[in-house]
């Protein structure tokens, strides 16, 4: 079975971050987003990737390559960013002859029982209950659990379970056709070409599809979803730095849970909770909470609280939260 993961989309939402990083590249609790969503897929026995790549692709692809050498891995360029469904429908020369494929959406974080969904005799769907389900696609289903209805985006929701963004489809021509349907008739929802929509044309035409719950689901396009998930998940076992592993660092407190990457020079401050820190990061006479450093950020004379930093960024003596994107200088002092 071959696994769909579309990462071309430009993650609006996380700029500045995102003018110079892919927002799958972006790095939760000690690892960036998009390896997440792999290891899962991985540890679950699924082995052959075909990645929808777009806007700063290259750095996905170079990333991806280097980090899983071992894995099958395909890539196709979604030369027009229109849609999940659209995104999907690149991918059509190299899955139009399986016979199941299974799609993640490369910007969330997931934690759901694959098996259950892989096992799963019919074509299915991950969901899980929002507070807000007019933001996703949202399933309507019977006690056994057959979905009846997917809409994107509804403004009068009849339901509040999301679509996460995991999927698997047995009907891998039927979905093709639905797609090019959208697309031959412009049907169009939000401005674009929706994959709920492409699947609610294969509940119409008959398809089954199973909606299987899944534990947590985070959305990681907002800065606070990114720092709230990267919060959670440091207080799970094997994302955080181990205490006894970490290096001495010159008169620094360290506040678990923190990860911290390799070739950090900290001194004089005090770190955590809830931080995650990029490799080769120099930390001087500052105070970090609740907050992501990107690789290669000089921090100096600083109090960061709920603040997102980017990969090469420069900040000296302030005190404010921030979302500051790679590349970036900033002197206060």
């Not at 696994?3 to 430009?10: C, E, L, M, T």
């Not at 080769?280 to 006479?285: A, E, G, I, Y």
Request: aromatic share 8%; net charge negative.
């Amino acid at each position: 079975m071959k696994v769909v993961i579309p990462v071309a989309g430009a993650g609006t939402r996380l700029r500045p971050h995102t003018y110079t990083q892919p927002k799958p590249l972006m790095p939760v609790a000690g690892k960036p987003i998009i390896c997440f969503i792999i290891d899962k897929l991985a540890e679950a026995g699924l082995t052959d990737f075909v990645f929808v790549i777009g806007y700063l692709g290259d750095k996905i692809r170079d990333f991806i390559e280097q980090r899983y050498p071992d894995l099958k891995t395909e890539f196709v360029y979604q030369e027009h960013r229109e849609g999940s469904g659209h995104a999907v429908w690149t991918a059509h020369p190299i899955i139009a002859n399986e016979d199941q494929v299974f799609i993640a959406f490369g910007d969330t974080i997931f934690d759901a029982d694959l098996r259950q969904m892989l096992n799963c005799p019919h074509s299915c769907i991950g969901v899980k209950k929002v507070n807000d389900p007019r933001e996703f696609g949202v399933a309507e289903f019977d006690e056994s659990g057959r979905v009846r209805r997917m809409i994107e985006k509804p403004r009068i929701p009849k339901s509040n379970m999301a679509i996460v963004g995991l999927y698997k489809v047995m009907e891998v021509g039927a979905l093709l056709q639905s797609i090019e349907q959208l697309m031959q008739t412009n049907h169009r929802t939000v401005g674009e070409i929706q994959l709920t929509d492409a699947l609610q044309r294969m509940l119409e035409q008959g398809v089954y599809f199973q909606a299987i719950p899944v534990n947590n689901w985070f959305d990681c396009g907002r800065k606070e979803v990114l720092l709230e998930t990267n919060a959670m998940l440091l207080s799970q076992r094997g994302y955080a730095s181990d205490a006894f592993s970490l290096p001495v660092f010159d008169n620094t407190i360290i506040i678990h849970p923190v990860a911290i990457g390799e070739k950090c020079q900290i001194a004089n401050s005090i770190i955590g909770p809830n931080v995650t820190i990029g490799n080769n990061v120099t930390v001087n006479s500052s105070i970090i909470k609740d907050s992501i450093i990107g690789n290669f950020a000089a921090l100096d004379d600083v109090v960061l609280r709920h603040s997102v930093v980017g990969s090469d960024a420069t900040i000296k003596g302030m005190n404010l939260s921030l979302n500051i994107g790679d590349n970036t200088e900033i002197d206060f002092a």
